[in-house]
């Protein structure tokens, strides 16, 4: 795993000081070369015997090796910059954007893919496979992913209430069952109308699923499992296209692995596709 997605990935579970050296190395990755492990102290007022332990958890003899670990893959993903100081001639523009674009989305993904651990993704799969009924919920923005996936579940037979109304699902609640499903779609975690639609959830002994960003927040905290995207650029306009693209390619692999997990539900879905189908062609 790439130090920095390593480093990332670990943050919720550091210390004080631990977080506040993670945090910097994240913040300033390609300035990291110009920092001597005492110098990274000073400006974090902490000791330098801090920054040697922190590089030594993650597998490194000392603060050299991950800082040199660190330059090396800054180097590959900015191979390309030198040729940006070229002058842009007509249409070169163009052909940045769309690369830059293009090799970010792929960097999101690929560091989500390293989040989400395979264990933790199989186990979720059984969860929704061996659910009497899988609630599905979202506001905003994170409504819209949670009603296709809820819609893409319905067309594997799985029995799904989806709503993008919190009083309407906390009404829907008094469905639930033992061993039941609840996918929480919440991109920052923060929101306290879904804090207490899982608290109520897990009352009625079901297993709550959290999708957000990878970072530390109550929704993900109290759940049974979660799902986690990584999505980061400079440009906030840019950072949310990432996070849709990233969370895409999640849903997606997760919709596949259940289609492949159970047999049943793969026919299902090949019948249902089959009416639809039909029932456009009326």
Not at 15 to 23: F, G
Not at 69 to 90: C, H, K, T, Y
Not at 221 to 226: F, V
């Amino acid at each position: 795993m790439p130090p920095l997605v390593k480093i990332r990935s670990e943050r919720d579970h550091m210390s004080a000081i631990e977080r506040r050296i993670a945090d910097f190395i994240l913040d300033n990755a390609h300035l990291l070369r110009d920092y001597s492990s005492q110098q990274l102290a000073s400006a974090l007022g902490i000791s330098q015997s801090s920054v040697v332990k922190f590089s030594q958890k993650f597998g490194f003899r000392g603060y050299p090796d991950l800082k040199y670990s660190i330059g090396q893959a800054v180097a590959r993903n900015g191979a390309d910059a030198p040729a940006l100081a070229a002058p842009v001639a007509e249409g070169d523009e163009y052909t940045r954007l769309e690369d830059s674009l293009r090799r970010s989305k792929a960097a999101a993904e690929e560091e989500t893919r390293l989040l989400n651990p395979r264990e933790g993704i199989e186990r979720i799969v059984g969860l929704v496979d061996g659910a009497g009924k899988v609630f599905v919920c979202g506001l905003g923005d994170d409504g819209l992913f949670a009603r296709e996936f809820g819609m893409r579940l319905s067309l594997l037979g799985v029995l799904t209430v989806h709503h993008n109304d919190p009083i309407l699902m906390m009404a829907n609640l008094s469905a639930a069952r033992p061993g039941d499903v609840l996918l929480l779609f919440s991109e920052f975690g923060q929101l306290p109308q879904l804090s207490q639609i899982s608290r109520q959830f897990h009352a009625c002994e079901g297993q709550v699923v959290s999708i957000t960003r990878h970072t530390a927040n109550p929704l993900r905290a109290h759940a049974d499992a979660s799902l986690v995207v990584s999505a980061h650029d400079p440009s906030p306009h840019v950072e949310a296209l990432l996070y849709r693209s990233s969370l895409q390619y999640l849903l997606d692999f997760l919709f596949v692995l259940l289609c492949q997990a159970n047999p049943d539900r793969h026919r299902q879905l090949g019948t249902n596709l089959e009416r639809i189908r039909h029932l456009l062609d009326t």
